[in-house]
């Protein structure tokens, strides 16, 4: 039995930090969270670039930091450089979220997270950086935390508010979408891990399912960067395309909006394109994407299982103890604050501490994605599997777009005359 402190294990350590800032938030022990939305120059200067709002960035620097140096202290990292190097990643994450809060960037559905991961790949790969920047460069310890407080807003009462036809189609699509995508990389030799990141983000919800999955199975960050890096691409193409294909198919609004919310695997690019079908076409679209996300919890969960399982076989015998070894309990933690979250507070105390979660969220996941792009090789990741991971992954989200299409058209009426 190991003797190591359960707090020096990353997985314990990001639900300990997790929860001490729900319990920091849930007493009012929170900075006010600054503004990053902008739509052009004026804007950008008189409400982001400005005094109150930098000032509030600076406290919110300083309150990450003392959690950062909490996890530095307790995993026996060089303080010090932590704190350097932890500043950097807040420059590249407060950048993102400028980038991404442009009005222009929203509409086509760039998320802060590819702009955290190009800004981090182009220092990383073109710039000579010290070594100080190590003690900083946990990405999947600061994707976990996030992932904690992304439990906070996956209330399991909504599940009901999602409407019985949404919960449906995400629970078909996923399952079989999920199947169908992890056949394809088995067929075009993409390695299992890579196959779990690429099912999960097609079938489910993109970018959040992919990070979810990768900490499920402690898989590679450089294998993540490249499967988010395809969501997002492809996601714009589809975002503009799918709306005129369904117009050109005489689509009604309720069956265009569940096969826009059950294909674009980003929330931004789904509300984006939902928009040019109508407002009953955006209303569907969002509760589908919504449905498909609220079950992001139960497929970590599932997932985390079976690849501990799956290596227990690949090891010739099954040793159930190691199961628990070897299960995130990162995961546990995302439950944990769901279940919280859903039957332990008042309705109003979520509602009203709701946005903070999503931003300190945010904040996390930037800085995640800004260590993984500047511990990324570029050239690695270009030659990464001669292709085959990115044909997998268009072929697989082909495959979705055809399966959620047939059962839209099946749950939400048909083509209308």
Do not use: H
């Amino acid at each position: 039995m190991s003797t190591t402190p359960f707090y020096k294990n990353e997985d314990w350590l990001a639900v300990l930090i997790g929860f001490l800032i729900i319990i920091l938030v849930l007493f009012g022990l929170v900075p006010a969270m600054p503004a990053f939305k902008w739509a052009n120059a004026g804007e950008l200067t008189a409400k982001v670039l400005w005094g109150q709002n930098l000032q509030k960035m600076l406290i919110v620097y300083g309150y990450l930091l003392m959690l950062g140096l909490l996890s530095a202290l307790l995993l026996g990292k060089n303080m010090l450089q932590f704190a350097a190097a932890f500043t950097g990643l807040y420059l590249i994450c407060v950048a993102s979220l400028i980038l991404a809060g442009n009005g222009t960037m929203r509409d086509l559905g760039l998320e802060y997270v590819i702009f955290a991961l190009i800004i981090g790949l182009i220092l990383g790969n073109f710039t000579r950086l010290g070594s100080t920047w190590q003690e900083a460069l946990m990405g999947e310890f600061f994707v976990k935390i996030g992932l904690v407080l992304l439990g906070t807003g996956l209330i399991f009462g909504d599940i009901l508010q999602a409407g019985l036809l949404g919960i449906a189609q995400a629970l078909f699509v996923v399952v079989s979408v999920w199947y169908a995508a992890y056949w394809i990389c088995k067929w075009l030799k993409v390695d299992d891990e890579m196959g779990v990141l690429i099912a999960s983000a097609v079938s489910i919800c993109g970018v959040s399912a992919a990070i979810a999955a990768c900490g499920a199975i402690k898989g590679d960050p450089k294998k993540l960067s490249y499967v988010v890096s395809l969501v997002l691409v492809v996601a714009l193409p589809m975002m503009i395309g799918l709306p005129y294909l369904a117009k050109s198919m005489d689509l009604s609004a309720e069956v265009a909006g569940a096969w826009l919310g059950g294909t674009i695997d980003t929330t931004g690019a789904v509300v984006a394109s939902g928009a040019l079908l109508g407002e009953e076409a955006l209303r569907i679209s969002t509760i589908v994407k919504f449905s498909q996300n609220v079950l992001l919890g139960v497929a970590a969960l599932l997932i985390s299982v079976y690849w501990s399982i799956r290596k227990g076989q690949e090891q010739k015998q099954v040793e159930y103890g190691r199961i628990w070894t070897s299960f995130p309990k990162f995961v546990l933690g995302f439950l944990a604050a769901s279940l919280l979250f859903s039957f332990g507070l008042e309705k109003e105390l979520v509602g009203q501490t709701k946005d903070t979660f999503k931003t300190l969220q945010t904040f996390w996941f930037g800085l995640a994605f800004a260590s993984i792009g500047l511990e990324t090789n570029i050239m690695s990741l270009l030659k990464t599997g001669e292709g085959r991971p990115a044909l997998a992954f268009v072929s697989a989200q082909a495959v979705n777009v055809v399966i959620t299409l047939v059962v839209a058209m099946l749950l939400f009426n048909q083509v209308t005359s």
